[in-house]
């Protein structure tokens, strides 16, 4: 009952509010309506007018708004704007076909699907640079100083406790020289003394993973997909080992190798060494899916490119050759110096490349095109290279340390860091990822450097986390594997996968037949098939004695070749006789005449 007197109490309301509504414009009580003071009462022509037919009608400023909501929704917000101008940055994948010509649904929906995912990825990579707090700052002097003046011992000074502490050195003067290699998080440092010395360091907490000595020379030190397997270049073959330090394959493939470069996404080993190949090794199946020889000696040089997975090499001649594991010979060939290559480093963009010879130049090259951009000159030659994710390019020569500030892009005529190591000759380089720190490798072990603004401030955990526990790392294995990728991608222009061939296999055999009867046409015009009639006829050619003239050297007279050349010219003779013959004597049966002359 009380719900049923409720409702005929919310009915009468009802009735009484469209009442009010239906008998005149305001629904507001008197007091409401009427005006307090003069000054507030509407002057005549300000009120409304009632038009005819009962219809209220609409302001000017109504009308304006009106007009102008249309051109607010074609203007696009401040917001949309930068997002669709950072999207750009963030596209994936090359030009592809016309999906229009794609004639099977299924395949042209799976072509949408994909292309629609690539620009929901690339537009929330965008969006996602909003909540990125961290920038990348700079060294900057002022007045008349210089940047490349300032000492790692004036920057403790002024930096804070955290920073300061990235600044150290390592004496190992008893086995270096060392070559060093971080993990792609940037957490994890990897040692390699050329006199048999391994050790695996978490550098920023300085907890020792392990340490050990192989009693023989190591050359080349490299972290595998991740900081628990680790390969080592040693004296003859090349060894892999677990955190722990022990031996877990012994690689009898790579010998005498030098240099060695592993590719994440393909789970490739490449290596160069004092025979001159290059091998690539399967790490998840141990098979070797290539092994090349340049034939131009000894290389010590091994880079790989991160944008297309192409293994650069540097060789004796001054030449870099660009491989692929099932390309027999080489992508591309580079003459960079006149003498040998000492060091090579590749932004991660894929773009530039900086290589050093002996004839103490570094230079920048544009890989897209294979050119060179920029020229810097060095007092001694350089002997390490590397390249910052923020585009910092550092050199190694002697006991000096260089660091360039947007060098790849324009021509720099002084340097943004310089560091002096007294005592000690380089030997490798590489930017920490995610840091501004720079390690350098050297006859007396260990120095690291802060450089500001060399490292990425922000970083991807799906990528690479610093900060990775033990449980994401193993996931982040298994997601990897399940990842890998063929040898058979790696190319040049790794957008190739990408593109779609819409002609038919009707369509594309036509064609094919067509060229080749267009080739076999130009090739008839040059002469390069000519009629039986036309050809020159050889016979008697492969006699013994003619054999034996053409085996024997020409400017040298004896009597076995007296005794070959009358027996060529009897030979000659007989056979002018035979065609000397009447025409009824040349047949079948012609060896059977007698000679009547």
Known sequence: MFAAAKLGADEATTRRAQHTASDGEGSASDSERAPRTLRDQPAKSDQPTRPSGGKKRKSDKDEKQTAEEPKKDKEPDEIQQRTALAAKKYQRGGPTSKTTKVRSKRAQASLDHAKRRREEAAEEAARSEMLLTQDAGFLEAEGLERTYKFTQAQL???????????????????????????????????????????????????????ELHVRETVRDVTWLHNQSLFAAAQKKYVYIYDHTGAEVHCLQKH?????????????LLASTGMTGQVVFQDVTEGAVVGSHRPGLGPSHVLKVNPYNAVVHVGHGNGTVSLWSPKQGKPLARMLCHRGPIQAMAIDRSGTYMATSGLDGRVKVWDIRNFKPLHDYKTKQPAQALDISQRGLLAAGWGPHVSVWKDALSTQVDKPYMTQLL?????????????????????????????????????????VANPYQTTKQRQESEVKSLLDKLAPDTIALDPTFIARLDPRSQAQKLRESAVAERERYAQDKEEGKYLDSSVRNKTKGRNSTAKRYLRKTQANVTDLKRLQAMERVEQEEKKRQQASDLPAEHKGALSMFYKDQR
């Open 255 to 267: 010998v005498e190798p030098t240099a060695l470069g592993f590719l994440p996404f393909h789970f």
């Open 422 to 462: 007294p005592g000690v000759s380089t030997s490798a380089l590489q930017f920490v990822p995610y840091d501004d720190v720079l390690g350098v490798g050297h006859s007396q072990g260990l120095s690291s450097l802060v450089i500001p603004g060399s490292g990425e401030p922000n970083f991807d955990a799906y």
């Open 156 to 210: 403790a000074e002024n930096l804070d406790l955290a920073s300061a502490g990235k600044i150290f050195d390592l004496k190992l003067a008893d086995f270096g020289p060392y070559s060093l290699r971080y993990s792609d998080n940037g957490r994890h440092l990897l040692l390699g003394g050329k006199r048999g010395h391994l050790a695996s360091i978490d550098w920023r907490s300085g907890r020792l993973g392990c």
